[in-house]
Nanobody, 120 residues
């Protein structure tokens, strides 16, 4: 199965932007629907965004609609999450995951996560 590795997290001020990457190795990501999830300290892991294997369908949590954009480049075996207008409540560890059903709250298998911290 494809191995997922996230990158691009960091510390940013409120209102700023970050672009997260999820790169696959050991297999072609263009076979898979991919979702982004996040988990803040003391909270459950929650769905953020998803994209279908061909990139024609995207799904977003209400909390990030209009601010986050998910995209993919299958030639680079990568899925991206562009995060704009970041808020302190976006602070969390962000994970990408293969999803059997894109946009569902369930991931089949996961990367190791990347930390995003938004300061006020």
């Amino acid at each position: 199965q494809v191995q997922l590795v996230e990158s691009g997290g960091g510390l940013v001020q409120a209102g700023g932007s970050l672009r997260l990457s999820c790169v696959g190795s050991g297999g072609a990501m263009n076979r898979y629907h991919i979702g982004w999830f996040r988990q803040a300290p003391g909270n459950e892991r929650e769905f953020v965004a998803a994209i279908t294997w061909g990139g024609t369908g995207t799904y977003y949590a209400d909390s990030v609609k209009g601010r986050f954009t998910i995209s993919r480049d299958n030639d680079k075996n990568a899925v991206y999450l562009q995060m704009n207008s970041l808020k302190p409540e976006d602070t969390a560890v962000y994970y990408c995951a293969v999803q059997s059903r894109p946009g569902s709250p369930v991931g089949d298998y996961w990367g190791q996560g990347t930390q995003v911290t938004v300061s006020s």
